[in-house]
T-cell receptor, first 115, second 110 residues
Framework: EAGVAQSPRYKIIEKRQSVAFWCNPISGHATLYWYQQILGQGPKLLIQ????????DSQLPKDRFSAERLKGVDSTLKIQPAKLEDSAVYLCASSFKGLAAREQFFGPGTRLTVL | QQPVQSPQAVILREGEDAVINCSSSKALYSVHWYRQKHGEAPVFLMILLKGGEQKGHDKISASFNEKKQQSSLYLTASQLSYSGTYFCGISSPDTGKLIFGQGTTLQVKP
């Protein structure tokens, strides 16, 4: 079974530029999560999708971050414009259902550096 | 509310045991445990649910104490491959949203 795919793996941009990350979850997984992991910290949920609907985006900085999952499969997370503090690893995860009893499977992440 | 993990870091010799604690200020419904190696994605270890029993596989097990609002991860006879950062995550019962702790870094030396 293929795992969660993410691209690119690394990205370096200047502040105020825009960037987009792509995620393809495990086939059949209805729930998709985007996390931000700053060095030395635990992952922080940015947004959770159930199929193509948003379940939770309470911690997404909506003035600069946006995400979509148009067909309920793959998803894109965008940052525009980027700030220095956005430097982090962006992890995508998926689970069969968005339930407390279901494990989440993480992708390899995209390491973003904002200069 | 982010769960608090203790200790922040542990250094062991191969074969030694370790305990990592995860405490919450809110009532726990479920606790997830993940291990993350440097530069890699977190890997799922186990889930404990409210009212459930202690779980484990191989030499890694965990317990769930509802009264103390705490979960503990037990690593027995540690191996070099156990090195990494361990995260607990507490989950809401309806959406599965995980809030992770700050992590405990475990280093196992030969």
């Amino acid at each position: 079974e293929a795992g969660v795919a993410q691209s690119p793996r690394y990205k370096i941009i200047e502040k105020r530029q825009s960037v987009a990350f792509w995620c393809n979850p495990i086939s059949g997984h209805a729930t998709l999560y985007w996390y931000q992991q700053i060095l030395g910290q635990g992952p922080k949920l940015l947004i959770q999708f159930q199929n193509n609907g948003v379940v939770d985006d309470s911690q997404l900085p909506k003035d600069r971050f946006s995400a979509e999952r148009l067909k309920g499969v793959d998803s894109t997370l965008k940052i525009q414009p980027a700030k220095l503090e956005d430097s982090a690893v962006y992890l995508c995860a998926s689970s069969f259902k968005g339930l407390a009893a279901r494990e989440q499977f993480f992708g390899p992440g995209t390491r973003l550096t904002v200069l | 509310q982010q769960p608090v993990q203790s200790p922040q870091a542990v250094i062991l010799r191969e074969g030694e045991d370790a305990v990592i604690n995860c405490s919450s200020s809110k009532a726990l419904y479920s606790v997830h445990w993940y291990r993350q190696k440097h530069g890699e994605a977190p890997v799922f270890l186990m889930i404990l649910l409210k009212g459930g029993e202690q779980k484990g596989h191989d030499k890694i097990s965990a317990s769930f104490n509802e009264k103390k609002q705490q979960s503990s991860l037990y690593l027995t006879a540690s191996q070099l491959s156990y090195s990494g950062t361990y995260f607990c995550g507490i989950s809401s019962p309806d959406t599965g949203k995980l809030i992770f702790g700050q992590g405990t870094t475990l280093q196992v030396k030969p």
